[in-house]
């Protein structure tokens, strides 16, 4: 097989057992690998029902073949476990050092399960585990604690650390490398930190096999050209995703006041223009030429990593107005190894929670000291910290029906940065989403402010179903960054023409739009098995943007149509094959060859 190396690596850390697992070719081909590889063997590997801070669960660190071979933005990799925030599939991406190790070590995925008895990490070089000690690393930062192993095992490694957040259990905790680059909102920190995990470090010499070099060569470099030729490229070199901080402001979709507005007077005291006046370096992930992170002194002249979720959800949904002083949370929120998107709702949440006196402490919108305390009480899980630590959704459940009215999440995990009062299409992007509330697999929103803004249309279904076929299917499994699409318009085109030449299999975009409905049909199943009592609800976005319409800005009055919405819910499900339940059909099962998963969803909900 070229491209693959058809095998993975099993680790048990209860038994400190590993093995290697090989994986028909078969596998390959139909989930191609990140994400697609991932939601699989969890669903082979996890047993049902399993708590995922136990033992049992499994984590996948999974690249794809086109990860970390010279191609635009290809540094990328998937973690991937059952997650403690919303009990379904989990998963996030990570531009690292660890993916270009990773793919260098003979193996496509590693697979974690079992946990140790003391802290300790892993060192995997090639075909060689180590267990470590690192009981000198739990408590410290995820910056410490990779510089200090940076210290034993040299820069040319691959990092991947939890922080506070993920020792105690934050169920948003995330996976940090290379001090700012974060991965795996739905707690897959947690999910380490259960495991008494502190860190992985990955060592590789070895090359993946690429099947037509002359022709890889060839169009990587046409595509890297290209990236550089475009348009947009200047911009986007300057401002990142900060660029997104007065775009969403001037289409009032920027998060304000935990999601109750979408405009904020103070947008450019947290705008991508001063951030460029703030800027001091810019970093990124291994092969890319588009190099977005982009890096400022905050409050306490510390290195701080800005993109635009970090931004929004630090600043203009908790009101906190100063750059810097956002960037001061945003480079604590890497220390601890929490996902900003969450904290900076549950922050948001509890402000307005005490607000209306549901909760007995009181904290202004925007009060820097108050914010810097409960992050880092969070990440600790101290006093009240510990509240805010179970996440949005729990929160509510414990203060009673009015707070779940302004409860911002789906399934569990909080909605990203765009406010979707105006925007319904988006509001269907976050409530279908394979994670919970995550932009990632669908940013429809951009498409829905160029065409029909208010509209609830099949059009804009058909074309939802397609994003999440690119960038939740395609990228995800390919596993590389999507942003040269996205940002600066590579054609899609390139993709397949890699993929034939990396693998030496014939692939067309429509092939892998094939792979990408299975793997959300399978991510569909997975979250069916785990979650019994299935429904539609479980698909809608956050109540408030049904109730309260805006008050602000150039929608004043405007909010979802719960009907309307409905009809196009129903369009996605026929699209996808999925009954009115959102349950996959068995005649899409039997087509995307999901047969396996038939018994247990028969036996689970019966199936149409
Ligand atoms: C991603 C989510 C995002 S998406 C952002 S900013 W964005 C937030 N970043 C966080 C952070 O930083 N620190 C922190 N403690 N928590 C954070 N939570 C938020 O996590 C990221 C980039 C970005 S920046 C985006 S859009 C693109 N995302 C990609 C994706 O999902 N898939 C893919 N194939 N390519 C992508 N390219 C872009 O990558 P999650 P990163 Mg990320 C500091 O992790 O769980 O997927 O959530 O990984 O290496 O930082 O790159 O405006
Ligand atoms: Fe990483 Fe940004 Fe490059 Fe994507 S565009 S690979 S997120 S540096």
């Known amino acids: 097989m070229h491209g693959w190396w058809g095998k993975v690596l099993y680790v048990d850390l209860t038994t400190k057992r590993v093995k290697e697992i090989k994986l028909d070719a078969k596998y390959y081909l139909e989930y191609i690998g990140g994400r697609g590889l991932a939601a699989r063997l969890l669903w082979d590997l996890n047993p049902p029902g399993v708590d995922p801070l136990s033992p049992y669960n499994h984590v996948v660190i999974a690249a794809g073949p086109l990860s970390s071979l010279p191609l635009p933005s290809s540094g990328k990799l998937v973690i991937a476990s ?167 402001q001037q289409n009032s979709c920027l998060p304000t006041m935990n999601f109750r507005e979408g405009v904020w007077e103070y947008y450019e005291s947290i705008s991508g223009d001063l951030m460029e006046k703030l800027k001091v370096e810019r ?164 498409y829905e402010v160029r065409t029909d803004r208010l509209g609830y249309t099949r059009e804009k279904v058909e074309r939802l179903v397609f994003l999440q076929d690119m960038r939740g299917g395609m990228y995800e499994s390919l596993t590389t960054c999507r942003l040269p699409w996205v940002e600066v318009g590579l054609d899609l085109e390139y993709y397949p023409r890699l993929l034939s030449a990396v693998t030496g299999v014939a692939w067309t975009l429509n092939d892998i739009r094939v792979v990408a409905s299975r793997i959300y049909t399978l991510i569909r199943a997975y979250w069916i098995r785990e979650h019994r009592d299935w429904s539609r609800e479980k698909d809608y976005p956050p109540v408030r943007w049904f109730k309260q319409p805006l008050t602000k800005g150039p929608f004043t009055g405007v909010k979802l149509d719960f009907n309307e919405f409905n009809k196009m819910l129903d369009w996605y499900y026929e699209m996808r094959g999925w009954d009115t339940r959102g349950i996959p059909k068995e005649e899409t099962l039997r087509k995307l060859n999901l047969d396996f998963t038939i018994p247990v969803l028969q036996e689970v909900v019966g199936l149409k």
């Open 82 to 248: 059952k997650s403690p925030l919303t009990n379904g599939y989990g998963d996030g991406n990570i531009g690292t050092m660890a993916s270009y190790y990773l793919r260098r070590t003979g193996y496509d995925a590693v697979i974690i399960t079992g946990a140790l008895r003391k802290p300790g990490y892993l060192y995997i070089e090639n075909s060689k585990v180590d267990f470590h000690d690192a009981e000198d690393l739990w408590g410290k930062s995820a910056f410490e604690a990779e510089d200090k192993l940076m210290s034993v095992h040299g820069k040319n490694a691959g990092y991947l650390v939890i922080g506070p957040g993920g020792e105690s259990e934050v169920r948003y905790a995330t996976v940090v490398s290379q001090r700012g680059r974060s991965g795996g909102r739905p707690g897959m920190g947690a999910v380490l930190g259960s495991k008494k995990l502190k860190a992985i470090v990955i060592k590789g010499t070895l090359e993946p096999s690429i099947a037509n070099r002359e022709e890889f060569r060839k169009v990587s470099e046409e595509a890297f050209k290209k990236v550089l030729s475009s348009d947009g490229y200047n911009f986007w070199i300057r401002q990142g995703t900060m660029g997104t901080i007065v775009w969403s």
């Open 283 to 446: 970093r990124g992930c291994p092969y890319c030429n588009m190099q977005c992170g982009n890096v400022v002194l905050d409050f306490s002249l510390e290195k701080s990593e800005l993109d635009y979720e970090n931004v929004a959800m630090l600043g203009s949904n908790i009101l906190l107005s100063d750059l810097r002083r956002v960037a001061e949370i945003n480079r604590i929120a890497d220390e601890m190894g929490v996902d900003t998107i969450s904290l900076g709702n549950a922050l948001g949440f509890y402000m307005e929670a005490s607000e209306r006196k549901l909760v007995e402490e009181r904290v202004e919108w925007g009060d820097f000291r108050e914010v810097k305390r409960l992050t880092l009480d969070t990440a600790h899980r101290r006093g009240v910290g510990a509240f805010l630590a179970e996440g949005v959704m729990r929160m509510a459940r414990s203060l009673g029906k009015e707070a779940e009215e302004f409860a911002i999440h789906v399934k569990g995990l909080e909605v990203s940065a765009y406010d979707c009062h105006a925007a319904p299409a988006m509001a269907l992007a976050y409530g279908t989403s394979p994670i919970g509330a995550h932009h990632k697999d669908a940013w429809i929103i951009s």
